[in-house]
C-alpha cells in the first residue's frame, strides 16, 4: 500500500520548524519559564478594551468572520490615509508572507534576503519552492546595497527587508529605505517587514505611497499591541497586488473574534503609546542588566534587546541553555557573526528580575567552562 | 513601473471567491439579516463553557499559541483512540485543505471531485495548479463509484469526499465509504470531509484506521461545537502524512484563544449532544415549513436542510433572492440538477419564524413571475 504522491518540493523540504515554541521547551524540561522573553511577544498585553471586546465577542464566535475584514480594513484605511483596496488584513504577517510566496514563487524563482534574518520568510519561499540568495549584515545592520546587488545579479522576483530588524533590532532611517526602493531593479519586489514599526523612533517608517507597484509592507497586531495569540496583521500595497490575494488566500481564515480584537486595539492609541513607553523603559533596563554583567546592549528600535555577549555563538548558546535552565527563555541569531549575541525580549519587572538574577549565575558558569 | 511578477498558475487564476459573506449582502441591502441562515453556522451558539474559556483567555492572548497544539492534539487523540502522531490541528478544515493541496498538487496534478460538491476544495486545488475532474451526483448522493471510477482515468491524486455531504445533506453509510477506501486506486488518496459527522446518524462515520496511508479524515470545531469564527479543525490520517503537514503549515497560525476554545468545546460533550438535538428538532421544523409552501425537503444528516424547490435552478435563485430581500439569508447548490434547492441551515424558533413568514410571500411572488 502506498503513501500519498507528494510533489516534488514537499519530497525535498527538510522537516524543520522556523521556531521551536516556548511551551516544547517548558514540556522537555517539566516547569513553566518563569520569564517568557524569547519570542518578542507583549508581556504588557492587550489593552482592556480589548480584552473586553474579546470576551463580549464570545458569544458571537458561531458566526464565520467577514471574509472581506471590511470594518477592520477601513479602520486601517483611515488609520493611515490609503483607501481599503491597498489592504489585505488576516492570519497575521507569517499567514501573508505564505500567501505572498504563493502568488510569486515557483520553482527555481530566485528571492534575496539577508543572512540570519527572518527564518519564517525563508520557510514559505522554501515551501513554494523558491532559491534562497542570502547576503551578509553590514555590521548589524540588513544591508540595502548588498540586497539590491544581489537581486540584480540573480533577477530577483522578491527581496525580504525588515525595518526596524529581527533579530538584531537595528534600524534603517526612512530615507535609507525609500533610497532602496528607488533603486529596486525591474521585477523586483520589496516585502518591506514593518512588524516592530510601532516601536520604532520617528522617521523610520517612508512615507506610504499606495501607487508604488514595488514594495509591499506588513504590519501587525502581534508585537505592541500584544495580540501574537490572535493572530491578525496586514499588509499595504498597490491595490492590485492587494486583490491578487483574493486568488489564492483562505478567505474565511481570519476569523471573527481576531477582527473585533483588532479593530478594538487599533482605536485605543492611549495603550499603544502606554505599552511603547513601557518597552523603552525595559529596553533601558535590560540594557542595563547586561552591562552590570560585562556584555554589551546593542541599539534597540524594537520590543526586545540583541545583547553581545563578546564570543562566538557556542557561547551565546551556552547562556541561552543556562538562563532557559534557571527558567528564563530567550533566544538568538541563527547566523554568524551575529550569533554572538543572545536576543532578550521586554520584560515586566518581575520578568527582568528573574533575568538579573539568572544573567550573573549563568555567565559565571559558563565563563568557567569556556 | 512594472508590477510583480505572479506565477503562471495564479496568473490564469479567476478572481473569484468561494464564496460571498453574509457581511457582503448586508452592506449592500444596507440593513442586517433577521434570519442567518446560509453558512452552517450553529445558531445554537458554542458552550458557555467555552464562551468563559474565550473571556478568560483574554488576558493571556499576548502569548503564541503553542505551535504544536499539544493540548488540544493530545485531548483529540484520547477522544478518538489515536495517537497525537496522528493529529493536525489547525485554521479550519478551509485552511488544512489548502496544506492538503499545497502537499500533493502541482501543476497538471488530476483531483477528482463532485461537480457541486464543496467549492473551497476546488479553489485550492485550482490555486496550487491541479486539474479538476468532476463526475456528477447520483440522485442527491455523491457518487462513490463515479468517484473511483474517473480516479482510475485520470490517474487522481487526490479525491475529495464529503460524508454527510454539503451542499445536499445527503449520507453514506459507514459501510458505503469504507468499501470506497478499500477500492481507491493505487496512489489516490481520499481526502474525507466528515464536517458534519457530529450530526449525522450512528453508522455513518467509518472507523478510524490511523494504519490506513490511502485517507485523511477532516472534522471540525465549526459546526455542531458552534466555533466558526474562531478557526479551529483537525484532520486524522497516518503519522507520516500529518508529518508532512509540518514541511509546509503556517506553525503559529493556529493561535492561543482557537486552540483553548477547541479543547474546551471538546470537554463539554453535553453542550455538544442538546446542540445535536436541538438540531434534529430544527430540521423538522424548517421540513414541515417547507411541506406546508408545497416544497419538498431533502433528508438530511447535517446541520441544515436541501428544499427541492421542484423546478430548475432560475426558480431557486429568484426563491433564494426573495428571502434575501425578506431579511433572510440562505444558500443554494451551484450546480444543477441540485441548484433545484435551496438550502437552509437550522436556525432559532425565532429565525424559523422569519423564515416561515417569509417564505409563502417569496413562493407567491416568483410563482406568479414564473
Redesign the interface.
Known amino acids: 500500500?502506498?503513501?500519498?504522491?507528494?510533489?516534488?518540493?514537499?519530497r525535498n523540504?527538510?522537516?524543520t520548524?522556523?521556531?521551536?515554541?516556548p511551551?516544547?521547551h517548558e514540556?522537555a524540561r517539566g516547569a513553566a519559564f518563569k520569564a517568557?522573553l524569547g519570542?518578542n511577544?507583549?508581556?504588557?498585553?492587550?489593552s482592556p478594551r480589548?480584552?473586553?471586546a474579546?470576551?463580549e465577542?464570545?458569544?458571537?464566535?458561531?458566526?464565520?468572520?467577514?471574509?472581506?475584514a471590511?470594518d477592520l480594513r477601513r479602520a486601517l484605511a483611515d488609520h493611515h490615509g490609503v483607501a481599503p483596496e491597498n489592504i489585505i488584513a488576516g492570519?497575521?504577517i507569517?499567514?501573508l508572507l505564505?500567501y505572498l510566496a504563493?502568488?510569486?514563487?515557483?520553482p527555481g524563482?530566485p528571492v534575496v534576503t539577508s543572512s540570519g534574518a527572518y527564518p519564517?520568510f525563508n520557510y514559505h519561499i522554501a515551501?513554494a519552492g523558491g532559491v534562497l540568495h542570502r547576503v551578509p549584515y553590514d555590521g548589524d545592520h540588513e544591508s540595502p546595497t548588498a540586497l539590491l546587488g544581489r537581486a540584480r545579479e540573480t533577477g530577483a522576483?522578491l527581496i525580504y527587508l525588515a525595518n526596524p530588524d529581527n533579530p538584531m533590532g537595528s534600524w534603517h532611517t526612512a530615507g535609507t529605505v525609500q533610497a532602496m526602493i528607488d533603486q529596486l531593479p525591474?521585477?523586483s519586489?520589496l516585502a518591506l517587514d514593518e512588524a516592530y514599526g510601532d516601536t520604532a523612533p520617528q522617521g523610520t517608517l517612508p512615507p506610504l505611497d499606495m501607487e508604488?507597484?514595488?514594495v509591499i509592507r506588513f504590519r501587525t497586531f502581534?508585537k505592541a499591541y500584544?495580540?501574537?495569540?490572535?493572530?491578525a496583521g496586514y499588509a499595504l500595497a498597490?491595490a492590485?497586488?492587494i486583490?491578487?490575494f483574493?486568488?489564492?488566500r483562505?478567505?474565511?481564515?481570519?476569523?471573527?473574534?481576531?477582527q473585533v480584537?483588532a479593530l478594538t486595539a487599533l482605536k485605543d492609541q492611549a495603550w499603544l503609546a502606554a505599552t511603547v513607553s513601557r518597552i523603552r523603559q525595559a529596553r533601558e533596563a535590560i540594557a542595563d542588566i547586561a552591562r552590570q554583567n560585562g556584555l554589551t546592549p546593542l541599539p534597540s528600535a524594537t520590543n526586545f534587546l540583541a545583547i553581545d555577549c563578546g564570543r562566538d555563538g557556542t557561547f551565546a548558546g551556552a547562556v541561552l541553555e543556562g538562563l532557559a535552565t534557571r527558567g528564563v527563555f530567550v533566544r538568538m541569531p541563527f547566523a554568524p557573526p551575529q550569533d554572538r549575541c543572545i536576543r532578550i525580549s521586554c520584560g515586566t519587572d518581575r520578568d527582568l528580575s528573574a533575568l538579573e538574577n539568572a544573567l550573573p549565575r549563568v555567565l559565571k558558569h559558563v565563563r568557567a567552562q569556556a
Chains 1, 2 share one sequence.
Open positions: 500500500m502506498t503513501g500519498p504522491r507528494y510533489t516534488g518540493i514537499v523540504l527538510p522537516a520548524v522556523p521556531f521551536v515554541g511551551e516544547t514540556r517568557r519570542a511577544e507583549s508581556v504588557f498585553g492587550p480589548v480584552q473586553q474579546i470576551a465577542t464570545a458569544g458571537q464566535v458561531w458566526m464565520y468572520g467577514d471574509p472581506e471590511h492570519e497575521g507569517d499567514g505564505g504563493h502568488l510569486l514563487i515557483g524563482d519564517t515551501g522576483k525591474q521585477g519586489l508604488d507597484r514595488r502581534s500584544g495580540l501574537a495569540g490572535i493572530r498597490h492590485d497586488l486583490q491578487a483574493n486568488k489564492i483562505n478567505h474565511f481564515g481570519f476569523g471573527r473574534v481576531a480584537a
